[in-house]
């Protein structure tokens, strides 16, 4: 059974920086690709960021090329999103998630992925 656990969410001021983590268990997580999602309040949820498998590709939604950096230890089977230069626009929970291809690709649509995460709030104040 995979399981995703969000970590790392909370209060932070405009300007400021978070990194969430995402522990992940159930399957051989270096051979999957992974996301990052987020809904805000009133919104459809939305793609923030993908990372392929060894060797890795990263893509970003627009808002966050510059800011946001997604990464990932497959030897602590931990999925990570830094984000910097954060605004309020940027408040919403964060959603880690988990492909179904064990592929080199990496993948923005949500329809491709199979496992989530419960999400973790990321607040960010004026």
């Known amino acids: 059974q995979v399981q995703l656990v969000e970590s790392g969410g909370g209060l932070v001021q405009a300007g400021g920086s978070l990194r969430l983590s995402c522990a992940a268990s159930?399957?051989?997580?270096?051979?999957?690709?992974m996301g990052w999602f987020r809904q805000a309040p009133g919104k459809e949820r939305e793609f923030v960021a993908a990372?392929?498998?060894?060797?890795?590709?990263?893509y970003y939604a627009d808002f966050g090329k510059g800011r946001f950096t997604i990464s990932r230890d497959n030897a602590k089977n931990t999925l990570y999103l830094q984000m910097n230069a954060l605004t309020p626009e940027d408040t919403a929970v964060y959603y880690c998630?988990?492909?179904?291809?064990?592929?080199?690709?990496?993948?923005?649509?949500?329809?491709?992925?199979?496992?989530w995460g419960p999400g973790t709030q990321v607040t960010v104040s004026s």
């Open positions: 998630a988990g492909s179904r291809f064990n592929s080199a690709n990496y993948y923005t649509n949500q329809d491709d992925y199979d496992y």
């Open positions: 159930g399957r051989t997580f270096s051979d999957y690709a």
């Open positions: 990372i392929s498998r060894f060797p890795t590709k990263t």
